[in-house]
């Protein structure tokens, strides 16, 4: 990542702790100062000092928890989500050409043309995953890894009754924001890939600071299938 060039006051040292913060938040998603400044070694006066430069140059931004907590005194403490302009400081693999030629081809020749455009990206990444997942038993942690290598910075662990995939960098969020097409048919190649039902929940394009799918146990899969807002393959 490529941050501002330092004046007077920021040393070679503190640029590259600097880096060191937004990569983290770049792939561990939202996180507050005192999860960063574990996760760092760093203090809290120091954490706090490179949040508010990183904040101050827009790669990050303040928001408020999602989840509040029921109960205890004072305010939830803040968390830190990487900006769009952050993200592109990460070099993303979209462009404005990208955009472009995917708008042309939707006003001239049909939404089906985008649809099959998505089809057929998700296509390449199932086959090229195909093999690393077949290697390992456990199908996601070698699809979040395979993911890992293709630029997605992605993680999986366990979540309430099933488990899920987070991908923590989307090299394409500027494109899938205008054609979510992408991200449904990734989400349908990650079914195929895990041989079972998956629930995309949240996604980069739509604003949210990680895409996270989630992959119910087979026990739960009914019950998950008739309360699901989001079905495989749809994203927010």
Same mark, same amino acid.
């Given at each position: 990542?490529?941050?501002?060039?330092?004046?007077?006051?920021?040393?070679?040292?503190?640029?590259?702790?600097?880096?060191?913060?937004?990569?983290?938040?770049?792939?561990?998603?939202?996180?507050?100062?005192?999860?960063?400044?574990?996760?760092?070694?760093?203090?809290?006066?120091?954490?706090?000092?490179?949040?508010?430069?990183?904040?101050?140059?827009?790669?990050?931004?303040?928001?408020?928890?999602?989840?509040?907590?029921?109960?205890?005194?004072?305010?939830? $403490?803040?968390?830190?989500?990487?900006?769009?302009?952050?993200?592109?400081?990460?070099?993303?693999?979209?462009?404005?050409?990208?955009?472009?030629?995917?708008?042309?081809?939707?006003?001239?020749?049909?939404?089906?043309?985008?649809?099959?455009?998505?089809?057929?990206?998700?296509?390449?990444?199932?086959?090229?995953?195909?093999?690393?997942? $077949?290697?390992?038993?456990?199908?996601?942690?070698? +699809?979040?890894?395979? +993911?890992?290598?293709?630029?997605?910075?992605?993680?999986?662990?366990?979540?309430?009754?099933?488990?899920?995939?987070?991908?923590?960098?989307?090299?394409?969020?500027? /494109?899938?924001?205008?054609?979510?097409?992408?991200?449904?048919?990734?989400?349908?190649?990650?079914?195929?890939?895990?041989?079972?039902? /998956?629930?995309?929940?949240?996604?980069?394009?739509?604003?949210?600071?990680?895409?996270?799918?989630?992959?119910?146990?087979?026990?739960?899969?009914?019950? /998950?299938?008739?309360?699901?807002?989001?079905?495989?393959?749809?994203?927010?």
């Amino acid at each position: 990542m490529k941050i501002n060039p330092p004046s007077p006051s920021r040393s070679g040292d503190d640029l590259r702790t600097r880096d060191a913060v937004a990569r983290s938040i770049l792939e561990n998603g939202p996180s507050t100062a005192a999860g960063l400044g574990e996760r760092l070694g760093l203090t809290p006066a120091g954490i706090r000092r490179h949040l508010d430069l990183l904040v101050a140059d827009a790669i990050l931004e303040a928001r408020d928890p999602r989840i509040m907590p029921s109960r205890g005194r004072g305010r939830p $403490s803040k968390v830190f989500v990487m900006t769009d302009s952050g993200r592109e400081k990460f070099e993303h693999s979209y462009d404005d050409l990208a955009v472009a030629a995917l708008k042309f081809m939707s006003s001239q020749s049909g939404e089906h043309l985008v649809a099959g455009f998505a089809k057929s990206r998700a296509d390449d990444i199932e086959r090229k995953a195909v093999k690393a997942v $077949s290697r390992r038993a456990n199908k996601l942690e070698s +699809l979040a890894q395979f +993911l890992t290598e293709q630029g997605y910075a992605a993680s999986a662990g366990p979540r309430g009754s099933g488990e899920e995939l987070c991908q923590h960098h989307c090299p394409i969020a500027h /494109v899938a924001a205008e054609f979510p097409q992408l991200c449904e048919a990734e989400t349908e190649a990650f079914s195929r890939l895990l041989g079972t039902h /998956v629930q995309r929940l949240a996604t980069i394009a739509h604003g949210d600071g990680v895409c996270t799918t989630f992959i119910p146990n087979t026990a739960n899969l009914k019950n /998950v299938k008739d309360r699901e807002p989001l079905t495989a393959g749809k994203a927010r």
